[in-house]
T-cell receptor, first 116, second 113 residues
């Protein structure tokens, strides 16, 4: 069984400040990890993913995340927040073993607010 | 390139009724998955279909069913609607490979009164 915990349902930062959204996962097999963003009344858009290899993953819009196996974490960061980053962010995990298909387990989400 | 398209965008139904939601995947994507997103929560996996066969099912009652057509489009059916079925229903498509990311549509907002 796999699960995702996102610490902090709401995060507020000033424009230009560091963004840090926390995600911890639980998986019985090596995981695939994802961050998605959801804007109001829209579906989810992939920001970045970790499958294998380099543990620091760069995504779109200046976001990056680091896979830390020892801490079972996959925190999302961005050095400088922009007003357009205000949205809901979801961390998700899937199992890497063959046959697990497209079943993603999502966290409950973190709503990011950016103050002018 | 067109993304994942879902129809209708909004739907209002009464308890006990049945509903059919439709999804067209990105061209070339053979796998379609359905997720339910209740307000304030993360999406929950309902089904995955690949090559017209069910490849995965989440913890949902038998009132939920789906199918995939030869052109890889998909329908999600929900019978005997309950108030708790009110949610955003998201369809996602992907390539075959295990680590392929899901590409989501904008969803169908279902309201059950």
């Amino acid at each position: 069984a796999q699960s995702v915990t996102q610490l902090g349902s709401h995060v507020s930062v000033s424009e230009g400040a560091l963004v840090l959204l926390r995600c911890n996962y639980s998986s019985s097999v090596p995981p695939y990890l994802f961050w998605y963003v959801q804007y109001p009344n829209q579906g989810l858009q992939l920001l970045l993913k970790y499958t294998t290899g380099a543990t620091l993953v760069k995504g779109i819009n200046g976001f990056e995340a680091e896979f830390k196996k020892s801490e079972t974490s996959f925190h999302l960061t961005k050095p400088s927040a922009h007003m357009s980053d205000a949205a809901e962010y979801f961390c998700a995990v899937s199992e890497s073993r063959r046959g697990s298909g497209d079943k993603l387990t999502f966290g409950t989400g973190t709503r990011l607010a950016v103050r002018p | 390139d067109a993304g994942v398209t879902q129809s209708p965008t909004h739907l209002i139904k009464t308890r006990g009724q049945q509903v059919t939601l439709r999804c067209s995947p990105i061209s070339g994507h053979k796998s379609v998955s359905w997720y339910q997103q209740v307000l304030g929560q993360g999406p929950q996996f309902i089904f995955q279909y690949y090559e017209k066969e069910e490849r995965g099912r989440g913890n949902f009652p038998d009132r939920f069913s789906a199918r995939q057509f030869p052109n890889y489009s998909s329908e999600l059916n929900v019978n005997a609607l309950l108030l708790g079925d009110s949610a955003l229903y998201l369809c996602a498509s992907s390539l075959v490979s295990q680590a392929s990311p899901l590409h989501f549509g904008n969803g169908t907002r279902l309201t059950v009164t």
